[in-house]
């Protein structure tokens, strides 16, 4: 069974006038949805508790966007993640619907998809890249500590590195962490190069493949089928995919070429991993991507691929 996460409240992280993370790449993906016929359940959106921000977050950091969500203008960081009446809760919904997925697929074995999720940028105490709070980094603390799992593995093929969730988990060893993305020479947020992988601990359990611009499918399947190797090293108990779309050809945003067959090769042998490592449990986020049509064509081969 896979559930998907749909509601209103999703469309509130949305940031107003040209700003290219807005509601119209949702509405696109669901318009698809419907249009697809897919069988799905609808997960309702839920909203994170504070004590659940702070699994991760930081205390002054959670009430700094408190303030600034009642302030209602400025922005959360050095000028990309803009503030507005209400970001506050539209941050801690995201965050409390992926924990919300999270719980339900620990515990019944399914998979889950929240759209507006993967938000990698944000680190535990500062926002960045549109990233108010980081889902991911909540749910990965939340299986870590709140449910003892022993590993988890976080797969991101944004184009963007997930910069939040490698450096505020570099020296963790339950995080097996593999992300694709543009060279960080050529790209925000100018991280993720290959010989980061992992300190301390963490030394050996994360590796990055940054591609240059310009690369499509082949580039992708090559460095995709390298992360699978990597993965297959390693146990774990849970699969979470930060599927953002912004790889795609005609993405304004980043110069990769890839099509949404990359997104369903992923998605299908993380299933087929999921199933073998860790009783099929899988959680996908949307992450980026800001060209509403490719949203929503490379969001649906993931969603074929898990359903
Ligand atoms: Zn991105």
Known sequence: MLYIARGEELLRYSFSGAHPMNKT?????????????VKYSVFKPVMASLEELRLFHDEDYIKFVQYASWQGYGYLDYGDTPAYPGVFEAASYVVGTTLGLVKLVLREGCRGFNP??????????????FCVFNDAAVAIKYLLEREGVRAVAYVD???????????????????????????????????????EDGRGAGKGKKLNIPLPPG??????????????????????????????ADGIE??????????????????????????EKCGGRIVAMGGGGYNPENVARAWMEVVLSLA
């Not at 999720?117 to 500062?126: F, P, R, T």
């Not at 993405?251 to 990769?256: A, I, K, Q």
């Open 25 to 37: 790449r949702l509405e696109s993906f669901y318009r698809a949805l419907d249009e697809s016929g």
């Open 116 to 129: 507006m999720g993967g938000l990698h940028h944000a680190m535990s105490s500062k926002a960045g890249g």
């Open 157 to 195: 093929i944004d184009a963007h590195h997930g910069d939040g969730v490698y450096y505020e988990f570099e020296e963790d060893p339950r995080v097996i962490f593999f992300d694709i993305h543009q060279d960080g020479r050529t790209l925000y947020p100018g991280t993720g190069f290959r010989y």
């Open 215 to 244: 690369a499509g499918d082949v580039e992708f399947k090559n460095a995709f089928d390298e992360g699978l190797a990597f993965l297959e090293k390693h146990d774990f108990d849970f699969v979470l995919l930060q599927c953002g």
């Open 250 to 275: 005609g993405d304004p945003l980043t110069r990769l070429e890839y099509s949404p067959a990359s997104h369903r090769y992923a998605a299908t042998a993380l299933r087929k991993l999921a199933a």
